[in-house]
């Protein structure tokens, strides 16, 4: 803030103001100065107030925010979770809930563990052996009866040279890439017992290890060399199989009431439907019990949450605007409009009615408004209200889509989206796209004939090598083909994968993106030998059709509201079904989204809190430059009075010299005239 000049700094006309005549030259200009300085005491004043105002609004914004935070599990149907899993023996499996699950109670008995195939090699004296150069490449799938089958995830090839073809070399390079395998080194405490140990790092029987190598020695399948580590479930021992397989990969394996299960990790999502099973141990004969009940506490504990930011808020405001008739004291706020209108909307939002559902008003439910305006939670309404119909209570305050369709679902909104039923109607279904081969598959990859393809599948280009050999039939050959596709780094990073399929020894390649953005096309020297001289490759087609008669935007499988429409940014998947009508799709908000959308407002950048600081700091800045301006002012006005006074101050000096002077020419004169003579003397 600029300050205030200080009187009687300006140099004066006379050294002591004051002192030749007697007059209190500074009192007076200080006094004088007092009643000019009163403009700058109000811009002072102003200044304060308005910062006290700033300090309040952001209280006020504080207590907002508060309120807000206080919504956040209550703004989706998976924060209204309101049933609660135990499990009898937690050492044997966990269970966590999500979205779907219902009350019930299961029988769980787990036999077999998910297990993440191990492989060995043989021994080395040091880490630092060389074992050999040229490439490693893996690739995941099911071993039976020593046949491997790709999973199609893609296979993964390491460049293994002479910086990196020790044993040590070997182990950091294939952690390195990154590739779904981790090696370490054991040694067995023998002379030569340096062992390399590859661990695929998924689970499941689907996720054993092939290991091909093209060994620089020339020999890729013999014990010497970087052979050494080749696995081939279907070749012999030290002929191709040279690494020991110490842990098979495997399923985990068990029972719910009785149902035999088959999953890959021990992590099962979709074993019971919404709940998630974490397996730790087996319990062969001893079934433990899983228990889904009801669970209102966590409902109830978010709602006394958001109760008591209400109430906080309220008070905030109330000290905020309060006035006090006694001493006629105002608040700080005391009738600002834009505190009376948040107050306002809250208040009528709150205290109004949603207008659909079993349950339209909080009241209903046990949450009303006191006399002082706060709100209070009548407990035993509430509890009855969840556990009666907790569907409702859902809906009552949370954002919620769903459909009638079972292959429809509402995926997402905007905040644009209106609640309402909207008719879903398809006219289009999605499609991926395809690459269709024009004649059989030739079964032999000849390396540097015809074993390089370069694909395009979702827009993403990339070269990738197959492995040179006869293959048995045109089923292996897509497997192959498949791996080294989705195995494909770019494919990898994108997202991107596709599916290779033979019929009547026919290839073709399918991506598995939904939509305009899908394709597939393929070229290199393999591309004839794969799918002959003239392949088709088709695009993908996005879903089309509309909402509640108006034409959605497609994408992919999913249906959008069309800007400006009553169901603008409502997001309705088709996931499979046919043309035409498709039921309908239900959007609602409830209370709690309602609030944190004016909530959000409210307290956003260039919403009406930051209007009314922003103002009053622009208001302060200006307040600084008047207070300048009149400082410079008043600084004048106080040299000018100084040298005003100083003048008269001299003149009244000179003047009462000259009186003194005066009179003590006349004291003179009065004592040098002789005295007359009197009457009585002149007889």
Do not use: C, H, W
Not at 203 to 215: E, Q, V, Y
Not at 597 to 615: F, K, M, Q, V
């Amino acid at each position: 803030m600029a300050t205030t000049i200080p009187l009687a700094t300006n140099t004066p006309t006379l050294s002591s103001p004051g002192l030749g005549s007697g007059l209190d030259i500074n009192g007076i200009v200080q006094k004088l100065m007092s009643v000019e300085q009163q403009p700058l005491t109000d811009l002072n004043n102003q200044e304060t107030q308005n910062q006290t105002k700033i300090s309040a609004f952001g209280s006020l914004k504080s207590a907002l925010a508060s309120l807000q935070s206080s919504l956040g599990s209550l703004t989706t149907a998976s924060g209204f979770q309101a049933l609660n899993a135990s499990v009898s023996d937690t050492s044997v499996l966990a269970a966590t809930l999500g979205t779907g699950a219902v009350a019930g109670n299961y029988a769980v008995e787990v036999s077999a563990l998910a297990q993440a195939q191990k492989l060995v090699s043989g021994g080395m004296a040091n880490t630092t052996d060389v074992v050999g150069t040229g490439t490693l490449t893996f690739d995941f799938g099911t071993t039976s009866g020593g046949t491997f089958t790709s999973n199609g995830a893609g296979s993964r090839t390491i460049t293994i040279d002479s910086s990196n073809d020790t044993l040590a070399g070997i182990r950091d390079a294939v952690n390195a890439a990154n590739i779904g395998v981790t090696a370490t080194i054991v040694n067995d405490g023998s002379a030569n017992g340096n062992r390399l140990v590859f661990t695929s790092n998924a689970t499941g029987a689907t996720n054993s290890m092939r290991i091909t190598t093209s060994d620089g020695d020339g020999n890729n399948t013999d014990m010497s060399g970087l052979s050494q580590l080749a696995y081939d479930p279907a070749a012999a021992a030290g002929a191709g199989a040279n690494l020991t397989q110490k842990v098979a990969a495997q399923n985990a394996q068990l029972t719910v009431d009785g149902i035999a299960i088959s999953k890959p990790g021990n992590t099962i999502t979709d074993a019971i439907q919404g709940v998630t099973l974490n397996l730790a141990k087996t319990n062969v004969g001893a079934p433990v019990s899983l228990a889904v009940s009801s669970n209102p506490g966590s409902i109830v504990t978010s709602l006394t949450a958001f109760v008591q930011a209400y109430n906080n808020l309220d008070g905030t405001i109330d000290s905020l605007t309060a006035y006090d008739p006694t001493q006629k004291q105002a608040s700080i706020l005391t009738g600002d409009a834009t505190v009376r209108t948040i107050q306002t909307q809250l208040r009528s939002l709150l205290g109004g009615s949603i207008g659909s559902g079993t349950f339209t008003t909080l009241a209903q439910v046990g949450i009303t408004f006191q006399a002082d305006g706060t709100l209070a939670i009548d407990s035993t309404k509430l509890n009855n209200a969840i556990s009666t119909n907790p569907q409702a209570i859902t809906q009552l305050f949370a954002a919620v889509g769903s459909t009638t369709d079972a292959l429809t679902s509402v995926t997402g909104f905007g905040s644009n989206t209106q609640a309402g039923d909207y008719a879903v109607n398809v006219t289009q279904l999605a499609t991926r796209g395809q690459l269709a081969g024009s004649a059989a598959a030739g079964l032999t990859i000849t390396a540097g004939v015809n074993d390089s393809l370069t694909v395009n599948v979702d827009g993403i280009n990339t070269t990738v090598t197959l492995r040179a050999g006869a293959y048995a039939d045109a089923n292996a050959l897509a497997s192959e083909v498949q791996a080294e596709i989705n195995g494909a780094t770019a494919l990898v990073n994108a997202q991107s994968s596709v599916a290779v399929s033979a019929s009547g020894g026919v290839l073709t390649v399918t991506s598995q993106r939904y939509g305009s953005a899908s394709v597939v096309s393929a070229s290199g020297n393999a591309a004839i030998t794969l799918f002959g001289n003239a392949p088709t490759s088709t695009a993908g087609v996005d879903v089309a059709g509309t909402l509640s008669g108006i034409a959605a935007l497609g994408s992919g499988q999913t249906l959008i509201g069309a800007p400006g429409s009553a169901a603008d940014g409502l997001k309705v998947s088709i996931l499979g079904g046919g043309v035409g009508a498709r039921g309908t799709a239900t959007y609602s908000r409830g209370f709690a989204t309602r609030l944190n959308d004016i909530l959000g407002a409210d307290t956003a950048t260039g919403g009406p809190i930051d209007t009314e600081t922003t103002s009053l700091t622009n208001q302060d800045a200006d307040i600084e430059k008047q207070k300048d301006q009149l400082n410079q002012r008043l600084a004048q006005i106080q040299a000018n009075y100084m040298a005003q006074f100083n003048a008269l101050d001299t003149l009244m000096a000179s003047l009462q010299a000259q009186s003194s002077a005066l009179t003590q020419e006349l004291a003179a004169i009065a004592a040098n005239t002789p005295t007359a003579p009197s009457a009585s003397s002149n007889k």
